[in-house]
């Protein structure tokens, strides 16, 4: 609790504050009064309460808001910043119900939290941090989501569970190991991967020895279960009891802890293997609500996640494009799942409970560097030190380019293999900061991208496709103006406009030149494929304007489960139009 100090709780909710209004106005449920020379005014729902603040805005209406601006007044008196008062003031502006606002409240209180708490660790400039290792950066991020304010929820996790689970804590952990019937249970794999191999590979001779003989010293026989991995925090704060009757029937085996240690990554239930960095990442359930959703994993969609994986893996390698572009992604290319079959009989496919126990394995981008390689996540080019210095400028000074020479090279690794499997197959991907990693050469420029994330991420928006039946489930109907949005929003709206606005508010990279840099990416890549030019035309990449589609708006709405996941795109939430930054370089 050391971190929960009266400076640092102030300094947070100063920076969270900043972030509600940056956001809050950009989705346009926030509608500031400018006063002149790039200061605002902001009255509150009582007519009483305001804010003022001083803020530059950017393309694709950002609002760069500077924190040490803010002030809060009231009958003449300056109050200091609280971002819960902040919210309860707004709450009629932002929509929160009787029934939502009180857990919004408390994952604005956890993202607090969090926040102090990274405020409490050695500061690491960002120049440090562009020659550090890849675990070292992706546990150095000090922010979430780039658009939700309330990014850093976790509900569920105690103080010492934060210490031990949170990646920002950085604290090595060993996974539980279970025993499942196989009755209950079932393993999937990508081709050529058999079980009895793949578990001996990824635990260890020993530890399945051990594992076996823990089983027999209950009269147990180790070839009727599967072994499974389970988060720490799942199997004591949830499975030992809500699965009890599993345990009681012996059916789920609790046998220990594997030997390997591992670090949570930015996604919190996603595991990296830090005693042999080649293995496979492990992604568990995780019964915490974070950011509009429980973060559990469906034991049906486990089943055909190593297929789906096998499918892109071919797609990719047989497009000389993509092959061009040298992109890649690392496959989840092993699962298992347990049904609980009482829950089942008792929900919908979308419930929780049917999320509870399951894994998956994925591919591990280290056994595929290449000499001088080195790995970052891309949510890092989002991270701003103390100073205010930019890990993405900490990387273009450090490549000794010109900072549009490289970010052309980020933009060709990144933004056109998007590009291309949007025009080219009507797949979309979340390529969000967390889901993509970048391969860095020693000097600091982008060499390629590597996308993961994969079965439960992608969509095939073509209702004609023809996919292996496997495959079947990532076949999504989806209105056909909305199409586009899965570049507009996620890559320009939900990343892009973070980078230009941070690399030119540090006088990096001038807003136009980077916008020009992107427009001139998109060209390219236009008149590499002249073929596809009917789809340019009705898919423009070059249109003055598309929809503002809000992500705040979802978790305010709903902070349990942000989207039906029945059917996706009937959710979301449209507030106006935003001015297309590339449209006016359109070559």
Request: charged share 25%; hydrophobic share 45%.
């Amino acid at each position: 609790m050391s971190h929960l100090t009266p400076d640092r709780w102030a300094h947070a909710n100063r920076l969270l504050v900043r972030k509600a209004l940056a956001e809050f106005t950009h989705e346009r449920l926030l509608a500031p009064e400018h006063l002149g020379d790039g200061a605002y005014r902001l009255v509150a729902d009582d007519g009483a309460t305001e804010y003022r603040f001083t803020a530059r805005r950017y393309a694709l209406d950002h609002w760069q808001v500077a924190a040490e601006s803010i002030s809060r007044h009231r009958d003449g008196a300056r109050l200091p910043l609280d971002a819960l008062e902040f919210v309860i003031e707004m709450r009629g502006s932002l929509g929160l119900s009787d029934e939502i606002l009180p857990v919004y409240l408390e994952e604005i209180s956890s993202t607090l939290s969090g926040t102090a708490y990274k405020s409490a660790k050695p500061v690491i400039t960002a120049a440090e941090l562009a020659e550090a290792d890849f675990q070292a950066i992706e546990t150095g991020m000090t922010e979430g989501h780039p658009c939700f304010v309330a990014n850093n929820g976790r509900l569920g996790f105690g103080i010492d569970e934060y210490h031990a689970y949170a990646p920002e804590a950085a604290n090595p952990l060993r996974l539980v190991w279970l025993a499942a019937r196989r009755d209950r249970a079932a393993f999937t794999a990508g081709a050529g991967i058999d079980y009895e191999t793949f578990i001996r590979a990824e635990l260890g001779d020993d530890a399945v020895d051990r594992f076996a003989k823990t089983l027999a010293d209950r009269g147990l026989d180790l070839a009727d279960y599967l072994l499974m991995p389970a988060h720490p925090w799942q199997w004591w704060n949830k499975l030992s009891v809500t699965f009890a009757a599993e345990i009681a029937q012996q059916r789920l085996v609790y046998l220990g802890e594997g030997d390997d240690r591992y670090l949570a990554q930015q996604s919190i239930r996603t595991f990296f293997n830090t005693d042999a960095p080649a293995k496979h990442y492990v992604k568990t359930a995780l019964s915490v609500l974070n950011m509009g959703f429980m973060r559990g994993l469906s034991a049906a969609y486990m089943e055909a996640t190593p297929a789906i994986n096998d499918w892109l893996a071919g797609l990719i390698d047989g497009d000389d494009v993509l092959k061009a572009a040298r992109f890649s992604i690392i496959r989840e290319c092993a699962a298992v799942g347990y049904r609980h079959l009482e829950y089942e009989a008792a929900t919908d496919r979308y419930s929780p409970y049917r999320k509870m126990l399951a894994a998956l394995w994925r591919e591990s981008p280290v056994a595929s560097l290449e000499d001088g390689e080195r790995l970052a996540t891309m949510a890092s080019l989002l991270h701003v030190d103390d100073e205010g210095a930019s890990f993405a400028g900490a990387l273009i000074a450090r490549s000794g380019l010109a900072p549009t020479e490289w970010l052309r090279g980020y933009l060709d690794a990144y933004l056109l293999p998007v590009l291309h499997s949007f025009y080219a197959y009507d797949l979309v991907f979340m390529p969000h900061g967390e889901n993509v990693i970048l391969a860095l050469d020693a000097d600091g420029t982008v060499r390629r991208a590597i996308f993961k994330d994969i079965a439960e991420e992608i969509a095939v928006m073509d209702p004609d496709a023809v996919l292996p039946p496997s495959v079947d489930r990532i076949r999504v109907e989806v209105p056909e103006e909305t199409k586009i949005l899965s570049i507009f929003t996620d890559v320009f709206d939900c990343f892009l406009r973070f980078l230009g606005a941070t690399l030119a508010d540090e006088e990096v990279l001038a807003e136009d030149d980077f916008w020009r840099t992107v427009a001139e990416c998109v060209s390219a890549y236009q008149r590499s494929v002249p073929e596809l030019a009917d789809k340019f035309e009705q898919y423009d990449m070059f249109a003055d304007e598309f929809t503002l589609s809000c992500l705040n708006r979802l978790q305010l709405r709903n902070n349990r489960q942000m989207v039906d996941l029945a059917d996706p795109s009937a959710a979301l939430q449209f507030v106006g139009t935003l001015t297309n930054p590339i449209a006016r370089f359109a070559s």
